[in-house]
């Protein structure tokens, strides 16, 4: 087979196994497993064939004309080239991870077939955005992972939080949509075609007129979908779905999506100074802001929600400064320990019964009752904390080297304010990132008080994952002197200046906060919980389901049940509270937004209830009431009506007689 027929079958497989299973999942429920493990299985080796053959070099393009449009034409093409190729392993990688893990996980779930279906259609939309060579085309994908993640965020659809989860998350990845859509069409009619490498073409002659505007509007709809300030209050919440689709969501899915198409279409960043220093905003604030939330969060997966915002303002700042590669390194990093990190908390709320960091800090030994997720995610702790060896260390550190490089003016067409607050911002949330991390460890491995429940063996599919998944956690770092020859970009390999810097902050931000927990833990006594109450032995995702509908901290009043041994409370003060809110985003958008449009609605209610219906109503009663009279005169009565007559006739005679004697 030719690359770009194996090319086609990567997503194509995915999306078969979808429609398959939807049709036949309840009839053939024995079929349902395979059809969600052995295509995404499938897929992925395809994937590494089409990467193996890519090999780094000239991209690959292939185009067939879907419909002639009479002006710009939309094509089914394929552009694969080295980061391309790569995104599309990960992607794959994850997906099969997730695909084995719920098998265990969601084992006895009654909603599986559907869940594993759509899934695969997840999968499918993300790779057919990875591969595609135009906007239209992408843009199909971009809109399914949307629709996807509305139904698989409110799975738990039991729960009015997951319920409002999803709602919420559909509505505010589409209203980042509605600009991102203008903007295309905006690039399209620019550049004369939806072929990225014709637009690339044309931004490099000069031809878009308006590139600070288009960049912008697509920045809305990246913001939107790959969770960055202001639009990224949608991503925690969405926590209340299935842990394996929060780490499909966060790790190479979704949330990536964003990130893969600022860097495919860096150059018309590039082309507006203005739009690079809004990108450099935008991720400044998403990573500190996202990095005290994470901070101050109970709920173990809220923590690692705001970490992936944080970490997706890394990626966004790398391309702030124009170093794509060190954006999409970041990306593979950051899938591989990310979902490593939500699976392993997958195992770790099994196995404690609940969410919440409180609870888990009152629990001893936690991690003698899972000791695969323990290590493995002690591992992707070290990584996100950028700690060497681990793999995070040399992405972040291509991050901040690349905001050092334009920082001090040796990038060409890159504003050195940019490269200044990336850069900043950068060492100031791997200090903060390190310090999170640092207490989910401690409060969840560390805990002290009752027994921990005991729930058996976790299965092995669940814990066989998180090995797999733990490799390139630790090993991936020594890819980054063979990356640039994909990339086609500047080394990858840590400065001395950031590496010193970075390592610095994050081991002063792991030091201080483990002091802060030595200093606090000897109030957990003082506070005791209670008895633990152990949830039978059973399906995992029921659990968490359960876990989340009675999770009071995380989702219902955040001031509640205190952690006294919480390192986070003493580190932030009375920034606490709010950091715990997420700075109150959310209350800001409903008093700016959400209350007007309410109170409009309710003006237009009013209007067409009280005002356009009482013409409507008032229309249909005037005739009415007339009807009703004349039949009330029509009594049958022959005196009656010659009474009238004759009474008629002396009215009209006398009107008469003084219209004729007014005329006189």
Not at 136 to 152: A, D, H, N, P, R
Not at 246 to 253: D, K, M, P, Y
Not at 370 to 384: E, I
Not at 511 to 529: I, K, N, S
Request: aromatic share 8%; glycine share 10%.
């Amino acid at each position: 087979m030719t690359t770009t027929t194996l090319a086609v079958l990567v997503p194509l497989l995915p999306f078969l196994a979808a429609a398959v299973g939807l049709l036949i999942g309840r009839t053939a429920p024995g079929f349902v497993r395979p059809l969600a493990v052995l295509p995404t299985l499938l897929s992925l080796v395809l994937a590494v064939l089409v990467a193996a053959r890519q090999g780094g070099g000239r991209a690959i393009d292939a185009a067939t004309e879907l419909t002639p449009t009479g002006s710009v034409p939309i094509e089914l093409a394929l552009h694969l080239d080295g980061f391309a190729v790569l995104v599309a392993v990960l992607v794959g990688v994850v997906a099969s991870c997730v695909q084995i893990y719920s098998t265990a996980y969601l084992r006895d779930d009654p909603r599986y077939a559907s869940y594993a279906a759509l899934v695969s259609l997840f999968t499918s939309a993300m790779l057919l955005v990875v591969y595609s060579g135009d906007l239209i085309v992408l843009l199909v994908g971009w809109e399914v992972m949307g629709i996807c993640s509305y139904f698989l965020v409110g799975h738990y659809w039991e729960t009015p939080e997951a319920r409002a989860a999803s709602l919420k998350a559909f509505l505010v990845t589409k209203l980042g949509d509605v600009p991102f859509l203008i903007g295309l069409f905006a690039l399209a009619v620019d550049a004369g075609s939806f072929r990225i490498t014709r637009v690339l073409g044309a931004v490099a002659a000069g031809a878009i007129d308006h590139p600070t505007l288009i960049a912008l509007l697509l920045l809305a709809g990246v913001a939107g979908k790959s969770a960055q300030f202001p639009l990224h209050t949608w991503l925690p919440d969405a926590m209340a779905g299935p842990t394996p689709v929060s780490a499909l969501i966060h790790a190479a899915t979704m949330v990536a999506a964003g990130v893969y198409f600022v860097a495919r279409l860096l150059p018309v960043f590039v082309a507006s100074a203005a739009a690079l220093v809004v990108l450099a905003v935008m991720a400044a604030i998403t990573m500190a802001g996202s990095a005290l939330a994470a901070l101050a969060q109970d709920d173990i997966k809220r923590v690692l929600a705001y970490s992936t915002i944080g970490q997706l303002g890394y990626m966004t700042g790398a391309l702030a400064v124009g170093d794509r590669g060190a954006a999409v390194f970041h990306l593979l990093s950051h899938g591989a320990f990310k979902a490593l990190l939500f699976l392993a908390a997958g195992v770790i709320i099994h196995a404690a019964g609940t969410n919440s960091l409180a609870t888990m800090s009152r629990m001893k030994d936690l991690r003698a009752r899972v000791p695969d997720a323990y290590w493995t995610m002690t591992v992707a702790l070290l990584a996100l904390a950028a700690i060497p060896p681990f793999s995070g260390f040399f992405s972040k550190e291509a991050v901040l080297g690349a905001a050092e490089h334009a920082a001090t003016g040796h990038a060409a067409d890159i504003p050195g304010a940019a490269g200044w607050i990336v850069l900043v911002s950068g060492l100031v949330a791997a200090l903060l990132t390190a310090a999170y991390a640092t207490r989910l460890w401690l409060l969840t491995f560390r805990g002290q008080g009752a027994e921990a429940p005991d729930h058996g063996k976790q299965p092995v599919a669940m814990n066989a994952v998180l090995w797999v998944l733990a490799v390139p956690s630790l090993a991936f770092g020594l890819t980054v002197g063979v990356l640039p020859d994909w990339f086609h970009g500047r080394a990858l390999t840590p400065t001395l200046t950031t590496s010193v810097l970075g390592t610095g902050v994050a081991l002063v931000g792991g030091l201080v906060t483990y002091g802060a927990w030595r200093q606090t833990t000897a109030l957990t006594a003082r506070y005791p919980l209670g008895a633990l109450a152990a949830h039978p032995e059973g399906d995992a995702g029921l659990v968490e389901a359960e876990a989340i509908a009675t999770h009071t901290p995380a989702y219902g009043d955040i001031a509640s049940a205190p952690d006294p041994a919480d390192p986070g409370r003493l580190l932030l003060g009375p920034l606490h509270r709010h950091a715990a809110a997420g700075f109150h985003l959310d209350a800001i958008y409903g008093a700016l937004f959400v209350r007007p449009v309410q109170a409009a609605a309710e003006l237009v209610r009013f209007l067409d209830r009280e005002v356009v219906d009482t013409y409507v109503r008032g229309a249909g009663a005037l005739p009415r009431w007339l009807g009703t009279a004349v039949r009330r005169a029509q009594t049958g009565n022959v005196q009656t009506y010659l009474t009238a007559l004759l009474a008629g006739s002396v009215v009209l005679a006398v009107a008469a007689v003084l219209v004729a004697t007014a005329g006189a």
